[in-house]
């Protein structure tokens, strides 16, 4: 069978709050990156033609290398099959199903990594996805509630049976949030026993972290979510060191700061942007030598232009945060 993408693809992760188009915007313009999904959107409230369900599923740029997210709940198929229909003219690479998501909101009401309890049903989502849905259909998991290596492969081979092109595998538990470190095994073990690519995901943070995943777990794709918001940089970065050992990368913090907040206002509904800058920034402010003290800056400002005042006058007093170079 054809492979979906090129050996060693390099993901941006779905992320609620995250993975918007500014995100994406400014990902894409460092490079490197190969895949990148959009935010979680609802089956359900997309049809209803809820306002947010629609831009979050906006997929530029690039929309040919984009993966739309989606969530339904157990028991609920149809919205997500006339979801994929309406989609079908995006214009996207093509849409993956949320089983891996642990937010009790989602969960509780049967939704993300509750599908790991009701294999069968999953397997005619995917079956019946399959059949309105002519592009790639992925999914993204979670290990589920306990350490059942057979369970989960049992449970995937499912899935692919059903007719998924591609899975990514964020291996903790559902319970786990990020707690304890993601167990590469398991991404190792499904990759050897499925005859579609395992995409794995969780806790890259550097190129060294890569290369210990690709040399040790053999994913088809490695999936990058925090890091991505933390330093939009990585994927040029990763593919960079790859192609040279001494290879480094200078970044001016505040005119990438001030890219993504020009993206936030241009892109992003105004009731949405403050929020999604906080986001942004909780990760962002790490590469400060006072990480603490303008993280607590950034998510107090009431706006995005008290933001920009509060990078500038913290870069007056710390000038030599303004520029770093990243090798690793
Ligand atoms: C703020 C936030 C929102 C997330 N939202 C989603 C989501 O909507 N769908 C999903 O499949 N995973 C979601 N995740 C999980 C990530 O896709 C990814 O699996 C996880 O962050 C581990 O990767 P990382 O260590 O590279 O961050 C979210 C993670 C974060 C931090």
Known sequence: MERPFPPRSLFLAPMVELSHKPLRILAREFGGLDIACTEMASASLFLSGSADELWYLDPEPE????????????????????????CADLGVMGADINFGCAAPRISRAGGGVAWLEDPSGAWSLVAEARRVWPKLLSAKLRIGTEEDYPRL???CLGLVDAGLDFLSLHPRLSDEKFRRKSRWDFVAKLAADLSVPVVG?????????????VENYSPAGIMIGREAARRPWIFALIRGREAR?????????????ERMLDLLEEH???????????????????????????????QNAPDLGAMRASLKSYLAEVPGDRKKTFSD
């Open 201 to 213: 995901n969780g806790d890259v943070r550097s190129y060294a972290d890569y290369r210990e995943r």
């Open 153 to 155: 492969r049992d449970f």
């Open 63 to 86: 929309p040919e290398r984009t993966m739309l997210q989606f969530y339904t709940m157990r028991g609920r198929t149809g919205p997500l099959l006339e979801a994929l229909e309406r």
């Open 245 to 257: 050992a001494d290879f480094s990368l200078e970044i001016d913090l505040l005119a990438t700061a």
């Open 268 to 298: 992003i509904p105004p009731k949405h942007r403050l929020e999604r800058a906080r986001r942004f920034f909780a990760y962002y402010s790490d590469n400060f030598t006072f990480a603490h003290h303008i993280k607590w800056r950034l």
